[in-house]
């Protein structure tokens, strides 16, 4: 008799905090998601700092931290002629789960992950996400583009529009999560797979435009969203209901990359550097993305969302001051960060050095502080912009705390990295060789 493959069902819910999960399921809208949210192995995880999709599905994706993949953010600057440019599967430095698992003869099912663009070959079969803007690099094997091509599989929704069109946003987001059952139920019922991811990334794009909308019963919108939820947990449904008639052995995660609440307000901190003497421009920036506006005197920048570079020589072509002032420059940085206040209020949870968060051969490539706002505070880095404090269509925020976890398993990482890490032991896998050590240290 043929022993059963063990396994492995993983679920993300980009940006959904346990603590909305409950209210969803509380209002009724979400009864699959009470699942996952009321059980005893409900748990939380602290996000990987920056608290950013891309940094944190890469830590789960490769079961270490930033200090070892090298992914810091959204975007990486030029250090010679200081362009900025999205960050990709390309600046991922150590291997993913997936190619561990096909070295080891298992095959991986991966659908809409964050950050794995452009795509590389495993066995089984690589759908990616987030930055992907063409099936032609997203998915392979290469044979699968028609078969997704052929039923409108759609990659993201456009939210440049529906940021101040909630029916628009909705209709993209109801696309997005079609594209992705659909996927599901081409992938998944033959059960010829060791392990099935698929991430669901609406939550976060709803909850950055229209926060209020969801968290407010009494919001004029929130009916409309709440429908929209209530499609979105069929969805979750149908992971569910499809996980169950797995034979055992086998273990479902539930998991999102980093919470979410309530925007109080943004705060640009290279506004914020320039006003204080930090920042000088060589020229007016063309765009909020134009870093090559830089000037030689700078003697510190950022980068979104709370990632401030000190300018030396060691580091930047146009750099001001060698490494061991920069150092002591980045001390006060930190203080004056740290006293940074909006309204009367403390706008920094903490500022953090680059060792006291991150640990591997990359934590040097990390920036020289890395800010965590408190809650509702979300850091920018833009260029150009010249008031610190503003709104500017967005209404809520990432947060670093507070990520939905559930494991059948009753497992209890403290982040990403170590979820991953997870995944690998269930298929009797070691993290790379000091791996297991990136995750000890709390992230917060």
Known sequence: MTTPRPRL???????????????????????????????????????????????????LATAASPGRHGVFGFTRINSGDYTLSLTDALDVACPPI??????????????????????????????????AHDLERAVYPPHL?????????????????????????????????????????LFFDDQAWDLFALV?????????????????????????????????????GDFLTRYDKLPRPKRL?????????????????????????????ARAPQNEWDSASIGHPTAAFALDPGRIYMHAKERFARGVFHEHIARDRAGELRQALLGLRHEGEP????????????????????????????????????????????RYGRSGCHTAHGALYYDSAGARPKGPAEAGREILEYFGLEAEKGDEESGEKPLL
């Open 98 to 131: 997936f190619e561990r698992l096909t070295k080891a003869g298992l095959t991986s099912k991966v659908v809409n992950l964050p950050g794995a663009y452009p795509v590389r070959p495993i066995k089984g079969l690589m759908i990616a996400g987030f930055v």
């Open 253 to 281: 995660i539930a998991l999102a990359d980093h919470g979410f609440t309530e925007l109080k307000v943004e705060v640009d901190l290279n506004a914020w550097l320039r006003r204080a003497g930090y920042l000088t421009y």
């Open 200 to 236: 669901l990334t609406e939550t976060d794009r709803l909850q950055h435009f229209f926060y209020p909308a969801l968290a407010s019963p009494a919001h004029a919108r929130h009916a409309a969203v709440l429908d929209f939820m209530r499609d979105w947990d069929l969805a979750v």
């Open 347 to 390: 706008v920094m949870e903490a500022v953090y050095f680059p060792e006291e968060i991150y640990e591997g051969p990359l934590t040097r490539r990390a920036a020289d502080l890395i800010c965590l706002g408190r809650p509702g505070y979300s850091l920018t880095g833009k260029f150009g912009r010249q008031d610190v404090f503003g």
């Open 145 to 185: 583009r028609g078969v997704l091509a052929r039923e409108n599989y759609k990659l993201e929704a456009d939210t440049n529009r529906g940021e101040a069109d909630l029916d628009y946003l909705l209709a993209e987001l109801r696309a997005t999560l079609a594209s992705r059952r659909k996927a599901l139920e």
């Open 9 to 59: 069902a993983v679920l993300g819910l980009d940006g959904l905090s346990l603590t909305m999960a409950r209210a969803l399921t509380a209002s009724g809208a979400c009864p699959n998601l009470a699942r996952l949210a009321l059980a005893p192995e409900a748990a939380t995880l602290q996000a990987e700092l920056p608290e950013l999709s891309p940094v944190n599905w890469t830590s």
